[in-house]
């Protein structure tokens, strides 16, 4: 069975930083690229950061570029996500997604963890 668990999210205050992590199960973790995507309220799902399935390339939106650090660790099924420099338009829902590096279609999403960020 296919799962992806988040965690770590919480209630921060501007400035502050928090790491989310992803486990996953099911699947060949290291064939599939990894990526954080998150969704605010009232607002669409968008991408945040991804890193590819060896773990050598990212990309990051460009509101959390220089922020937000995606990492993977292929050996514990594990990424990550650091957050610094939290802003309260960072809260919002942050969803861990695999997506197989040939087989697009084989697309599996975790069930999500809240990031709230004020003072």
């Known amino acids: 069975q296919v799962q992806l668990v988040e965690s770590g999210g919480g209630l921060v205050q501007p400035g502050g930083s928090l790491r989310l992590s992803c486990v996953a199960s099911?699947?060949?973790?290291?064939?599939?690229?990894m990526s954080w995507y998150r969704q605010a309220p009232g607002k669409e799902r968008e991408l945040v950061a991804l890193i590819t399935y060896g773990g050598g390339s990212t990309n990051y939106a460009d509101f959390v570029k220089g922020r937000f650090t995606i990492s993977r660790d292929n050996d514990k099924n594990m990424v990550y996500l650091q957050m610094n420099s939290l802003k309260p338009e960072d809260t919002a829902v942050y969803y861990c997604?695999?997506?197989?590096?040939?087989?697009?279609?084989?697309?599996?999403w975790g069930k999500g963890t809240l990031v709230t960020v004020s003072s």
């Open positions: 997604n695999a997506v197989h590096r040939i087989l697009k279609g084989l697309n599996y």
């Open positions: 099911g699947f060949t973790f290291s064939s599939y690229t």
